[in-house]
């Protein structure tokens, strides 16, 4: 798949989680004295201020420029900036699965979490492996010069690249883990989400639609 195309416009996407667990799942985004940014279960970025309970039940307690105290399906959790939790209801259990809709050109890109840490992704059937560029990985705190040294076909050459296992993947309620992932030393706006992760799912597409099941 040529990069160029992987990386066009993706103005006008949304995207949309559901699972059977039905768990909520919370990325902070942005931390202030009194407020918090969080994006609920991938949707639109919003700001809460302390007391406040978004429509999912989600209760900001308090927050400041380290770390948000939010009440989630009546558990609280502390988190620091980029991280992430996700809860799973009383009722929980059955099958993990994940829906995303698309533009009419088929990128589908979303707000996981790789090693605890919420990252922009974008599907990449194409790709043999969960990939990124080194400055993500350092902002993920992969220490991917431990790896194994690779080499990979960009369109702007073969640059250097590092094979590495990453502990956690997420993708909306779905968490892998133990997934194969490459660093690459070259510019990526996102993390593209390879086959190291899609191979582990049931992978249903219908129109815009893709929706991701977990098998095990």
Do not use: C
């Not at 993706?10 to 919370?26: D, M, N, Q």
């Not at 919003?46 to 978004?54: D, L």
């Not at 099958?95 to 599907?123: C, E, K, P, W, Y």
């Amino acid at each position: 798949m040529n990069l160029a195309w992987r990386y066009s416009n993706l103005l006008g996407l949304f995207i949309l989680f559901t699972s059977s667990a039905h768990a909520t799942e919370v990325n902070v985004v942005g931390l202030f004295n009194g407020k918090a940014m969080i994006s609920i279960n991938g949707g639109k970025h919003r700001v809460m201020a302390a007391g406040e309970t978004s429509p999912e039940g989600v209760k900001l307690i308090s927050s400041d420029s380290t770390a948000a105290v939010l009440e989630i399906d009546g558990k609280r959790q502390n988190l620091g900036m980029g991280k992430s939790a996700s809860i799973p209801s009383a009722d929980g259990g059955g099958n993990q699965s994940a829906v995303l809709a698309g533009d009419l050109r088929g990128h589908f890109v979303t707000t996981g979490n790789i090693n605890g840490t919420s990252t922009r992704m974008m599907v990449d059937t194409g790709a043999s492996m969960v990939s990124m560029s080194k400055d993500e990985a350092k902002r993920l705190g992969i220490s991917y010069l431990n790896g194994e040294r690779a080499a990979v076909s960009t369109a702007n050459g073969v640059v250097p690249a590092y094979r590495v296992t990453l502990n956690t993947v997420r993708v909306g309620n779905i968490t892998l883990n133990q997934v194969d992932g490459l660093v690459q030393d070259s510019g990526m706006p996102f993390v593209l989400l390879g086959m190291s992760f899609l191979k582990r799912l049931e992978i249903k597409q219908d129109g815009t639609n893709m929706t991701l099941l977990k098998k095990y």
